[in-house]
């Protein structure tokens, strides 16, 4: 296949070398002068394991080709690749200058009268909406009704510098990003003997994987590097820590805990990163990440509450399903739905909970503490079976799924707490 790649950066570079190794033809385009002479002369322009040895393999036989000019080579290629730098602007959002001037350049070099359409695949890591908010308008003002002749497809790069060529050989995953969420034949046949998940999707999921990955790695350096600073600070072995955490997949290093929903409650965790938050403290170990987690869950119970009564009459009657942290279970410490109660009481709602685990003549000790001192009302706002089946809330409210095991009238108002994030 002819493929053209625009910007000879780490990850253009990588592309035009293992392509270029899998028989592909190349055309690189870049604009600078020293890193088309390079490449041209089969050299690499940067410092990356084996991709100096694939440019002179490639150059030495007539597949990879660098230039400052794409117009000539454009229309004989299927597929373009776009690599170019999306740095950081001084706001700190990404600047998509490069991305709109390639993206202009292609558009204008793309002859209408090509028998096939030419498939750009962005593989830069950029903001959510990019593709669809700035990339395919600018396709559309210049080709008009031959706007088919373009099939933009998204394909974040997961390459890392210093094993990429073994990355892109063996990536972790490919994502494709399309118009209708859909497969993308040509990147299909070029990825076809790479051994990786795929996954096929739109293109705002697709552009957000990539800042979801990055971030996540970000995390666990930092929560990794914390923890560390703790275990030194407090005399403790930090990799007999780390050994024991890295070996619990059950819990830590698995998809436990990761999936978007209820916040964070119960008797334990808050309980136990506020201590953690002490410790550190105490011993001189700043730990800004820990620091910001309650915050966040309490950003999050709002977000879950706001978007429970949105559009909600005041003084609308809500029916709870679940009030205790957990389903089988009747421990109200600290419980998530408490707080989400509170804000429903507070907000002016005639509130009533159903939850069969909760019998508040039978709580004891903090638990009965717990509930009394945040829901005073708790007794009167429980209700049995018969009445939260009875039709007459405005509004259900479930923090466990029980809502399908229950019965509702036709068209009542469910919202599903673990669903709305
Ligand atoms: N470097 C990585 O490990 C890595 C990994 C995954 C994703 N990414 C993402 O991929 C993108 C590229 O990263 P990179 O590290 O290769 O960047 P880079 O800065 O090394 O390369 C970008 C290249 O684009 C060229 N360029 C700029 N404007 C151009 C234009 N109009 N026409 C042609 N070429 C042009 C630049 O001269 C440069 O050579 C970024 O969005 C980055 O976030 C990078």
Not at 55 to 62: L, N, P, S, Y
Request: hydrophobic fraction near 40%; proline fraction near 5%; charge should be negative.
């Amino acid at each position: 296949m002819k493929i053209a790649i625009f910007g000879l950066g780490y990850v253009g570079l990588t592309a035009a070398a293992c392509l270029t190794r899998e028989g592909h033809e190349v055309f690189g385009i870049d604009v600078s002068d020293e890193k088309i002479a390079a490449v041209n002369a089969g050299k690499s322009p940067i410092a990356e394991p084996g991709i100096g040895e694939l440019i002179e393999a490639a150059v030495a036989k007539g597949l990879l080709h660098a230039t400052k000019n794409a117009a000539p080579h454009i229309n004989a290629c299927e597929m373009a690749f776009v690599c170019v730098g999306t740095p950081s602007a001084p706001d700190g959002s990404h600047n998509m200058t490069y991305i709109a001037e390639v993206s202009r350049q292609i558009a204008a070099m793309i002859d209408t009268a090509r028998p096939e359409s030419l498939t750009v695949v962005y593989r830069s890591t950029m903001r959510p909406g990019t593709t669809e908010d700035l990339i395919q308008p600018i396709f559309e003002q210049q080709l008009g009704a031959a706007s088919n002749k373009v099939e933009l497809v998204y394909c974040p790069e997961f390459m890392r510098e210093s094993v990429a060529i073994d990355d892109y050989f063996h990536p972790p995953k490919i994502v494709i990003g399309t118009s209708d969420g859909g497969p993308c034949r040509r990147l299909d046949a070029l990825n076809a003997q790479i051994v990786a998940p795929r996954f096929y999707t739109h293109y705002r999921e697709a552009e957000l994987t990539k800042f979801v990955d990055n971030t996540f790695h970000a995390v666990k350096t930092a929560f990794a590097n914390e923890i560390g600073r703790v275990c030194v600070q407090l005399g403790i072995n930090a990799k007999t820590v780390h050994q024991i955490f890295v070996a619990d997949t059950i819990l830590n290093i698995s998809p436990a805990y990761l999936r978007p929903g209820g916040a964070f409650g119960g008797s334990c965790l808050p309980k136990d990163v506020r201590a953690l938050q002490y410790i550190a403290s105490d011993a001189g170990a700043d730990t800004h990440l820990v620091d910001s987690l309650l915050r966040s869950n309490e950003a999050h119970k709002h977000f879950l509450f706001e978007n429970c009564v949105k559009g909600l009459s005041a003084h609308s009657k809500v029916l709870m399903l679940g009030i205790a942290f957990k389903s089988n279970s009747d421990d109200l410490r600290e419980s998530p739905n408490i707080d989400l109660a509170r804000k429903l009481l507070q907000a002016g709602y005639e509130l009533s909970i159903y939850d069969p685990q909760i019998i508040p003549s039978k709580l004891l000790g903090q638990n009965l503490g717990y509930a009394f001192s945040n829901l005073p009302k708790l007794t009167r706002m429980l209700v049995s079976k018969s009445v939260a089946e009875s039709g007459q809330f405005d509004l259900v409210v479930d923090t466990r799924g029980w809502a399908k095991t229950l019965s509702f009238k036709p068209g009542q108002q469910i919202v599903d707490v673990n669903t709305l994030s």
